[in-house]
Nanobody, 124 residues
Framework: QVQLVESGGGSVQTGGSLRLSCAASGLTFGASTVGWFRQAPGKERHFVSAISWTYGYTSYADSVKGRFTISRDNAKRTVYLQMNSLKAEDTAVYYC?????????????????WGQGTQVIVSS
């Protein structure tokens, strides 16, 4: 059984930083993509960042490039999202997601594994 458990959300002021963690278990790590999506109130869930487990290839949404960094710790089976220079528009519930295969594609309905989400609030 695949489990994704997020942690690290919270409240921060504009310009601040947070680091999210996603502890994964039960996944076929060698062939998997793990990453983050976010959903603001009243809006759809959007892609933020992803990393391929074996090779460490990364991808980012344009809105977070240069501010967010995704990484993984193979031994701990944990993916991190370091978020710097946070803006009010980064406020959302952040979800860890995973699938066996390369990348996430454009349809979130095709992603089988999700965490419970962690709230990030950025205020001025």
């Amino acid at each position: 059984q695949v489990q994704l458990v997020e942690s690290g959300g919270g409240s921060v002021q504009t310009g601040g930083s947070l680091r999210l963690s996603c502890a994964a278990s039960g996944l076929t790590f060698g062939a998997s993509t793990v990453g983050w999506f976010r959903q603001a109130p009243g809006k759809e869930r959007h892609f933020v960042s992803a990393i391929s487990w074996t090779y460490g290839y990364t991808s980012y949404a344009d809105s977070v490039k240069g501010r967010f960094t995704i990484s993984r710790d193979n031994a701990k089976r944990t993916v991190y999202l370091q978020m710097n220079s946070l803006k009010a528009e980064d406020t959302a519930v952040y979800y860890c997601a995973a699938r066996v295969g390369a990348g996430f594609g454009s349809n979130t309905n095709e992603i089988p594994y999700w965490g419970q989400g962690t709230q990030v609030i950025v205020s001025s």
